[in-house]
Nanobody, 120 residues
Framework: VQLQASGGGLVQAGGSLRLSCTASGSIFRINTMGWYRQPPGKQRELVATITSFGSENYSDSVKGRFTISRDDAKNTVSLQMNSLKPEDTAVYLC???????????????WGNGTLVTVSS
């Protein structure tokens, strides 16, 4: 199972970006999917998650500005980021709990990071 993220880049404060992450490989089922980020010199932190039932969870720092969504037909999770602030600058990583074909339990997978830089 692999996760491939895309959509990062450079944007001015107040602007928007959309990140996407697609899971591929021998997948039976995808449970919770989410986005995390690691700002320069800081630890990784939760941004948002979405369960297989569509229940969303956001960190307080992005609530009301970011929206997470998923397309199960495409094994994709997206993050729409609006009203971006310089403090949103970070490497963003996607995460998914996936039950591979032939397995009974989910395993956690991480995608490649995509850099988001917000200039002031």
């Amino acid at each position: 199972v692999q996760l491939q993220a895309s959509g990062g880049g450079l944007v001015q404060a107040g602007g928007s970006l959309r990140l996407s992450c697609t899971a591929s490989g021998s997948i039976f089922r995808i449970n919770t999917m989410g986005w995390y980020r690691q700002p320069p010199g800081k630890q990784r932190e939760l941004v948002a998650t979405i369960t297989s039932f569509g229940s969303e969870n956001y960190s307080d720092s992005v609530k009301g500005r970011f929206t997470i969504s998923r397309d199960d037909a495409k094994n994709t999770v997206s993050l729409q980021m609006n009203s971006l602030k310089p403090e949103d600058t970070a490497v963003y990583l996607c995460n998914a709990n996936v039950i591979p074909r032939g397995k009974m339990f989910g395993m956690n997978y991480w995608g490649n990071g995509t850099l988001v830089t917000v200039s002031s």
